[in-house]
């Protein structure tokens, strides 16, 4: 192309094709599921890997999350309801057939054992 057309032409235009329009608890359940230890592994050795107590649905913590309340966030850290995943926790899993049921919330990951 010439550079006369490229002036007569209209500016290319970026845009993300098939761009989600999924409300916020559509795409906190489509970014649920169930995996066992290996998928969580990578996250528990980047840092990013949060137990979530039975007690809170899943969604509900990845929301805050998601909507950046921080306050609402710690408060489940003072009373043990969300927990990063330490050493013993890891070691635990490692090698079991654990079932978890899993959020991403990037960049962090919530999880907790299924049944």
Not at 43 to 64: E, I, W
Not at 91 to 102: D, I, K, L, P, R
Request: with cysteine.
């Amino acid at each position: 192309m010439s550079s006369q057309d490229q002036s007569n032409s209209e500016p290319m235009k970026y845009a993300l094709l098939g761009k989600d329009t999924s409300t916020n608890e559509e795409k906190l359940e489509k970014f649920t599921g169930e995996v066992n230890w290996s998928y969580l592994r990578p996250h528990y050795q980047s840092g990013v890997l949060f137990f979530v107590d039975p007690s809170l649905p899943l969604q509900h913590v990845g929301a805050a999350i998601a909507a950046d309340e921080l306050g609402r966030v710690k408060d489940w850290m003072k009373t043990g309801d969300i927990v990063k995943i330490a050493s013993l926790h890891a070691a635990q899993w490692e090698g079991s057939e654990t079932v978890f049921e899993a959020l991403v919330v990037s960049p962090f990951v919530l999880c907790r054992p299924v049944g």
